[in-house]
């Protein structure tokens, strides 16, 4: 697609996302995704040759986006997370899991995230061709009554065993299992790291009980979402996913915390670009890379996924983690989707806010 087909794709909000400019972070505060990232950002940290080498891999060895320091990562761990049948009852053949991985190489994704059962199951054939992010924990819906809690299913270990560039984990910021959740994740980013891989974080929060007031759901509130980037890169994840923010002032309406009211009025005022500058902020001004999330499918989604490309990208943001908009279609139709978001990164009229 090019300029014109993101405005029409878009329509209404078009205006708004296109043509902002971020005054609360100005962009010349964060450190920007481009081609030398790697050089000129990356390789100053700690992380040691083998885990600058994976990223490089994930970065630029396959995929539409390859070269350009943006990713498009097909996340597939749904049928863990959310159950195999809510997840591929629609669309039976990708309980099949070669079928995922067709999904992303024939999408053009720089990578796919999946469970270790899954890419375990076809690694000799794929893993040297598209690279594997093995996420090591999940949650479970067999258990009752139903808990937000991450266990780990999988291991480091086998992450390396089976050639994977990376590891990723959730933590659920804000439950009462998180305390655990931060240490077993900081253990094992800690290991992964030693062995060369990449690690990316799950940043969410989850307290259905704490988060939820007068009808209002924060669980997507920005200045909650910004403050769960800031503990995931204190932990040294290497990307960071979290979702699009929907509103604001979660500390303040939940009473608990501490903020600051320069936060709401001047730094991450009422929009979605200044809202995802100041989750791109909250990890180290872009130091650490923000993806966001392309959230579940529902009936609007190409123009869904497109918006928060757009947000992402305009934003300062390093790329696109998108599952369920793209498996829950026919290939085709899915196929479109991840092409699409890859276009927004690919097109050069769509510059950073």
């Known amino acids: 697609m090019n300029f014109e087909d993101i405005k029409k794709i878009l329509g209404s909000d078009a205006e708004k996302l296109l043509d902002h400019t971020c005054t609360g972070i100005p962009k010349d505060m964060i450190h920007q ?33 390859a070269g350009t320091g943006y990713v498009s990562i ?19 053949s990708y309980f099949d899991p070669e079928n995922i991985i067709k999904l992303a190489v024939d999408g053009g994704c720089n990578g796919v995230a999946s469970t270790l059962g899954i890419l375990g199951s076809v ?21 009752q009554p139903t808990i937000s809690d991450q266990t780990m299913f999988a291991s480091v270990d086998q992450a390396f065993d089976m050639g994977a560039v990376g590891v990723g984990s959730t933590i659920y910021f804000g439950s009462q299992e998180s305390r ?41 509130a920005n200045d909650l979402e910004s403050q769960a980037n800031y503990l995931g890169v204190t932990i040294e994840a ?22 600051d009211k320069l936060v709401y009025e001047k730094l991450a005022t009422n929009h979605p670009l200044e809202w995802n500058r100041y989750q791109v902020a909250n990890c180290y001004m872009g130091r650490v890379g923000l993806i966001n999330s392309g959230g579940e499918s529902g009936g609007n ?29 026919p290939t085709p139709e899915g196929i479109k989707i991840l092409n699409a978001v890859q276009d927004v990164y690919l097109c050069k009229e769509i510059t950073i806010a």
């Open 123 to 143: 690694s000799r054939r794929y893993a040297r061709k598209v690279p594997f992010i093995v996420k090591l924990n999940h949650n479970e819906l067999l258990s």
């Open 238 to 259: 290497d990307i960071v996913k979290q979702k699009i923010s929907t509103l604001s002032r979660g500390f303040l309406e939940l009473n608990f915390g501490k903020t």
């Open 180 to 220: 655990r959740q931060i240490q077993e994740t900081s253990e094992a980013f800690r290991y992964a790291h030693e062995l060369g891989l990449v690690c990316v974080l799950w940043c969410y929060l989850r307290n259905q009980k704490e988060f939820i007031k007068n009808g209002k759901d924060y669980h997507t």
């Open 74 to 92: 097909l996340p597939v761990d749904q049928g863990i997370e959310h159950t195999a049948s809510a997840s591929f009852a629609v669309n039976p």
């Open 301 to 329: 989604d190409l123009q869904d996924a497109v918006k928060a490309a757009v947000i992402n990208k305009r934003s300062g943001g390093m790329g696109l983690i998108l599952g369920r908009k793209a498996f829950k279609k």
């Open 33 to 65: 995704p481009g081609p030398d990232f790697m050089e000129r950002v990356f390789e100053h940290t700690d992380r040691n040759n083998l885990v600058l080498n994976n990223m490089e891999r994930l970065f630029n060895q396959r995929g539409r986006l």
